[in-house]
């Protein structure tokens, strides 16, 4: 069996399109990643001179100052009280330009990244990647017919099967946990670099949603490979997961299915180790162990499908 690993450790190596893919899947989260460090930068100080000046000519301006007055003899039209003890500072704070207005500035926040930023786009980018790298790199002993060469040497087929299916799941576990782990990382490096709230018990937060992205997509690269055993084609299972992404949570509407039966909801829930979705007016809650079983079934219905198939089908 170690052998076999090795062989087919090569075959990936030589892949030019599956080394294409992995180099993306390193690429792209670092772009991500680059991208939500220079959004969340803070204003540097010739920034804020200019802001300040900006804010200065603008309050001088005659129809701000007119809008400020108005607002101090007609409260009532603003929407404050006259007899209020504060309307000198609300009517400023309503009409006199303010130095957010020239100049929006978002810190890196990661509890809210947790929650809402980009953290579930870098997992959707892995494993995307990751379950195309399974599948080209099956796909191309299907292709060429090298398959039925592999057969001659090594004729137990359920060897071959469990070889192919180990390289694909060690490779995409260890790219994968790599990137997650190297992408919150670095956002930590950053906030506590900004002196924004770092503290070790976040690390390990991130850390957290960056593993149970990284085995999400670790078990997809797999389905995308039994898959691909399964259906001996590349082009075929393409086909079929664009088509389940498309009509498979349209059908679950159409069949008047809630939204725990839903592809992202449930993929939320791993991630995020539990989430919430509306079911009409009602929010509910949505387990990871829910979605672990969610996912689960298909990926091993999908394995054992292919186990079989491979085992018993006549190959070119």
Known sequence: MRSLIRVELTRLRWRRAVLLLLVASVVVPAVIAVAMIWDTRPPSADELTRID??????????????????????????????STTDLQTQCEESTLPQPEWFGSYTPLDLR????YGDGLGVVTVLTLLLMLAGTTFVGHDWVSGSMSNQLLFEPRRGRIWAAK???????SLVVSVVVSSAYWLTLWLVARSRDLGSSSDLLGDCLEFGLRGALFATA???????LTMLFRSTV?????????????????????????????????????????????????????????????????????????????????
């Open 112 to 115: 809210e990244q947790l929650q």
């Open 53 to 82: 000046e900006l804010v200065a000519q603008e309050r001088e301006s005659p129809v701000v100052q007119e809008q400020l007055q108005d607002c101090l003899d007609h409260p009532e039209n603003w929407g404050f009280d006259q």
């Open 220 to 226: 997809a690269a797999l389905a995308g490979f039994a």
């Open 236 to 316: 075929a299972t393409i086909g079929v997961l664009f088509a389940l992404s498309v009509g498979g949570g349209l059908l679950i509407a159409l069949l008047g299915l809630d939204g725990q039966w839903q592809p992202g909801p449930n993929l939320e829930a791993i991630v995020k180790n539990g989430t919430t979705y509306w079911d009409y007016d009602t929010e509910r809650k949505l387990s990871a162990l829910h979605g672990v079983v969610y996912y689960g079934v298909l990926v091993v219905g999908t394995a054992v499908a292919s186990v079989i198939s491979f085992g018993r089908r006549d190959v070119p």
């Open 165 to 171: 299916a180990l390289v694909v799941t060690l490779v």
